[in-house]
């Protein structure tokens, strides 16, 4: 009974969640005009999403194909990827860039950020990991949803980013390929506890809200 109330709840909040981004999104003539009129980007900043879990499988190919489509048309020069190994044993800023090399981009403009476990820590570690790289002009490339969610927390701490999220209208219209099997192993996490069992819900909430995020100098 447990296990099928918690099934509901995942259901429900996947929903939510896939529902919020056509009311979040842009069209895809107003996405596009955005990204050409600032474009190009040195790098862009995508975060990760858990791998292997069904839920989320539409939202971490939409991200993916996204950073693709920025890279391709060269409105980014290079890719980060961002995410540990957060609710799932594989880190997931690894598992994207695999995927995104598959699809085209090239490994040498892929770098990954392998701590962050909540969207805000996505922005700033990866922020400054672009900072230590040498770009300059940086954007957060994701979802409508996160990226309306972070970016009150990413200018608080001081973040100087563009925000250019996916249009569900344009990621229709495109042809997102087949994909080999990716050697997912590389991004395993051996003796892999849950964050949901390492931290309590306040010190969770604490992390969405970038209260744990570890400030360099």
Do not use: C
Not at 1 to 11: A, D, E, H, S, V
Not at 116 to 124: F, G, I, R, T
Not at 139 to 149: E, G, H, I, V, Y
Request: aromatic share 14%; net charge neutral; proline share 5%.
């Amino acid at each position: 009974m447990k296990k099928f109330r918690n099934l509901i709840i995942m259901f429900s909040i996947t929903a939510l969640l896939l529902g919020s981004f056509k009311l979040f999104a842009k069209s895809p003539d107003k996405t596009i005009a955005h990204v050409e009129l600032n474009a190009p980007y040195d790098a862009i900043i995508v975060p990760g999403v858990p791998y292997k879990d069904d839920y989320w499988g539409r939202v971490l190919m939409g991200r993916i194909y996204w950073s693709y489509y920025l890279y391709k048309n060269g409105y980014a020069k290079n890719i980060i990827y961002s995410g540990s190994a957060v609710y799932t044993p594989y880190i997931e800023s690894k598992i994207m860039a695999m995927y995104g090399e598959q699809m085209g981009i090239p490994k040498q403009n892929i770098f990954v950020e392998t701590d962050a476990e909540h969207s805000v820590e996505n922005v700033y570690y990866s922020y400054n990991l672009a900072k230590e790289l040498g770009f300059e002009k940086v954007a957060l490339a994701t979802d409508p949803f996160q990226s309306r969610m972070v970016k009150i927390p990413s200018k608080r701490l001081g973040v100087q980013i563009d925000f250019i999220p996916f249009s569900i209208g344009l990621l229709d219209t495109l042809q997102i390929p087949e994909f080999d099997e990716i050697p997912s192993e590389q991004a395993y996490v051996e003796d892999f506890v849950s964050l949901t069992e390492r931290k309590g819900f306040f010190k969770r909430l604490g992390g969405t809200l970038g209260r744990n995020i570890e400030f360099k100098e």
